[in-house]
T-cell receptor, first 114, second 110 residues
Framework: ETGVTQSPTHLIKTRGQQVTLRCSSQ?????VSWYQQALGQGPQFIFQ???????GRGNFPPRFSGLQFPNYSSELNVNALELDDSALYLC?????????????FGPGTRLTVL | GQQVMQIPQYQHVQEGEDFTTYCNSS?????IQWYKQRPGGHPVFLIQ?????EVKKQKRLTFQFGEAKKNSSLHITATQTTDVGTYFC??????????FGKGTHLIIQP
């Protein structure tokens, strides 16, 4: 196992609601990336946090936001939920500083929007 | 970002047969990372390739990075039921995150 943990494991929300997902990174890692994986698809990059700031973002609207805390754990917040937000949300931790930072994924949070 | 296409989408094999999945790009890739995702699970890192023409082996798995750094392959020799899952290639990383292919679903018939 990677040591990356996520909570909750499953979540059901209704359209228009807000959700917060949490991630604890692997010991020794300083960077957290969030991905959305729709059923049958590859993970899609949402954003990355390093030194408590967002330093990279994929093609996701501003209602997807996040935080990184001093202990490198992170939150993903999604406002005004839409049906298409139903997906597996994956957190990946890595260590910034190597030539290529290998990302280690947590078990994910399965979000269902009704 | 770096776009990658993965083929085939699905592959059915008899247990004991070999399996290969391919990852292709129209642009030069800085690196390739391969992940395996079991049904209901999350992507698990397998390997990373950085150098042109690089070949790495892990037991029955052989990973290659093309000379032009535009394609990669994962080959499994003599598949076993434990190999079932979806194999993803991804490229990039850093502040732009990884760009993944759609994956190849490996289905093994005993």
């Amino acid at each position: 196992e990677t040591g990356v943990t996520q909570s909750p494991t499953h979540l059901i929300k209704t359209r228009g609601q807000q959700v917060t997902l949490r991630c604890s990174s692997q010991s020794g890692h300083n960077t957290v990336s969030w991905y959305q994986q729709a059923l049958g698809q590859g993970p899609q990059f949402i954003f990355q946090y390093y030194r408590e700031e967002e330093n990279g973002r994929g093609n996701f609207p501003p209602r997807f936001s996040g935080l990184q805390f001093p202990n490198y754990s992170s939150e993903l917040n999604v406002n005004a939920l839409e049906l298409d937000d139903s997906a597996l949300y994956l957190c990946a931790s890595s260590f910034r500083g190597r030539v290529v930072d290998t990302q280690y994924f947590g078990p994910g949070t399965r979000l269902t929007v009704l | 970002g770096q776009q990658v296409m993965q083929i085939p989408q699905y592959q059915h094999v008899q247990e004991g047969e070999d399996f290969t999945t391919y990852c292709n790009s129209s642009t030069t890739l800085s690196n390739i990372q391969w992940y395996k995702q079991r049904p209901g699970g999350h992507p698990v890192f397998l390997i990373q390739l950085v150098k042109s023409g690089e070949v790495k082996k892990q037991k029955r798995l052989t990973f290659q990075f093309g000379e032009a750094k535009k394609n990669s392959s994962l080959h499994i020799t003599a598949t076993q039921t434990t190999d079932v899952g979806t194999y993803f290639c991804g490229s990039g990383g850093g502040a732009d995150g990884l760009t993944f292919g759609k994956g190849t679903h490996l289905i093994i018939q005993p």
